[in-house]
Each structure stands twice: as structure tokens, then as C-alpha cells.
């Protein structure tokens, strides 16, 4: 019997991975004169790290988002294949 942790679980798992696809092909579009807007994106997040110092051990942190049009298509449709399941 599944939980609705699980579910939210593989919902998760579904949305990322159709994050990914929809990036990967969005920049293959981008190599096609009619399908460039597939990989026009938006970036945002820490341009530059955020260093800690401890003396003994140096950190950096830093984390930027790209989200492209075919990323956005590409969760649309893990959600859509998702509530299929």
C-alpha cells in the first residue's frame, strides 16, 4: 500500500527528471534555426560563491538555476504523465 509520501516522493522525482530532459533538449534545440525558443532561459541564484573560512577548511556555496522554455514543457509533461500512472 503506497503513502502519500511515496507519492510525493516519486512526484518529485518525476518533476526533476523532466526538468532535466526538457534542458538537455532544450540546448539541442538551440542548434535548430525554428526551435530556438525552446532554449530561451532564464538564469538566477548566486552569481558569485559565498566563501566560509574555518582556518583548518575553506567552503565555498554557491547555487544558480536555469530554467529554459523546454524545461518548463518537459515538467509540464512529467506532471501530466504522472497523474497518468
Known sequence: MAT????????????????????????????????????????????NPIPLDLGVLKLSFALTFKISVASIIGMTLAIFIYKKI
Not at 24 to 43: F, K
Open 4 to 47: 502519500k509520501e511515496k507519492n510525493i516522493w516519486i512526484l518529485l522525482i518525476f518533476i526533476l527528471s523532466g526538468l532535466v530532459v526538457g534542458g538537455l533538449l532544450g540546448e539541442l534545440a538551440s542548434r535548430v534555426d525554428w526551435l530556438w525558443w525552446l532554449s530561451y532561459s532564464q538564469s538566477f541564484g548566486l552569481e
